[in-house]
């Protein structure tokens, strides 16, 4: 609704509802609702006035039943696949925009004229968006990970049984500190999945211990090419290495740290700073830069030969000129 409001430039004076979850706790008798705090909220930040639909009576929004069904055989079909659910909503506006250009089916005027007329009821926006978060408060367990929603996030291992803010966005469930901070932030599990988890606040107390590193979860999930240079890395090494990817995975991926390893190694077992030299010189727009041939500056010297040989030609040629 918060997009809806803001691609239209403007907020309708009366929405009316069905009695959707995240608006109605409990319906009351006498057409009374318990509303929810975040939809409480929401109506307060846009100003608009809301009504809500009688249980079980289709029959009240038959048209609104019938322009779904449009939508769904216009827009939807044949099926289509959702790979980047903002990037999709962005074409859709675009489609259903394009859609304004035809007659009502009752005023026998464009849609688009009639939408023209509709804005000048809009309420005007506020100045600022509305955040649609919710926050909890959440323990988390002996492994560091808490539950939103049946679903389980990694936090980090210092936060192991202590309490955590969580922020759960429809997209997105961030997990923060005390002082408001990221610890991390995770995609928000839809469907079977049942776990998400961030390696990166973990890297660090592995390399305290980087011998138990082969029989963590993480060590699996790696690409072969990390496993395999780890396994020809000395224990400062690994270290060292794993200390690098806990920095670098905290605003990169590590496809990118994958890369610039494979292009470190392509003359000898790198270091932990010559990846980290190409991995900046990557993200920076740069590319790799290969070492520089130098030419030769030192003038061609004939070879010396050794010998008492050498000493009598020579001396002999300088009493012959004397």
């Not at 706790?25 to 409480?40: A, D, M, N, Q, S």
């Not at 060590?219 to 690994?238: A, D, F, H, I, M």
């Not at 900046?280 to 290969?290: A, C, F, N, V």
């Amino acid at each position: 609704m918060k997009r809806f409001f803001h691609h239209l430039g403007g907020v309708p004076r009366r929405v009316r509802f069905d009695n959707l979850s995240p608006a109605v706790k409990k319906i009351l008798p006498h057409g009374r609702r318990e509303l929810t705090e975040g939809f409480e909220r929401f109506v307060l930040h846009y100003g608009f006035e809301y009504e809500f639909c009688n249980p079980g009576s289709g029959n009240e929004k038959g048209h609104v039943e019938a322009m779904v069904k449009y939508v769904r055989n216009n827009f939807f079909l044949p099926e289509r696949r959702v790979f980047q659910l903002d990037e999709f909503n962005t074409k859709l506006w675009g489609e259903a925009e394009k859609d304004r250009h035809r007659q009502h089916y009752e005023k026998k005027e464009e849609i688009s004229k009639l939408f023209e007329e509709d804005k000048h009821a809009f309420l005007h926006l506020p100045a600022k968006e509305y955040s649609c978060v919710r926050y909890e408060t959440l323990k988390a367990d002996k492994y560091g990970f808490v539950q939103v929603d049946t679903k389980k996030y990694s936090t980090s291992p210092r936060y192991a049984k202590q309490k955590v803010l969580v922020a759960i966005t429809y997209d997105q469930v961030t997990i923060l500190s005390d002082r408001y901070e990221k610890i991390v932030r995770h995609n928000r599990i839809y469907g079977n999945a049942s776990k998400s988890m961030v390696w990166q606040p973990y890297l660090s107390l592995m390399a305290t211990r980087p011998t138990a590193l082969k029989y963590t979860t993480f060590y699996g999930q790696l690409p072969e090419r990390w496993r395999s240079y780890l396994n020809e890395c000395t224990v400062e090494e690994k270290k060292e290495a794993l200390k690098l990817l806990s920095t670098l995975l905290k605003e990169h991926s590590l496809e990118k740290a994958t890369e610039a390893l494979e292009i470190a190694s392509k003359r000898s077992h790198p270091s932990s700073e010559s990846i980290k030299q190409v991995f900046h010189q990557l993200i920076h727009g740069r590319g790799y830069r290969d070492t520089l041939e130098m030419k030769p500056s030192i003038p061609v010297m004939p070879v010396a030969e050794r010998g008492i040989k050498k000493y009598d030609v020579f001396f002999s040629s300088e009493r012959r000129q004397a």
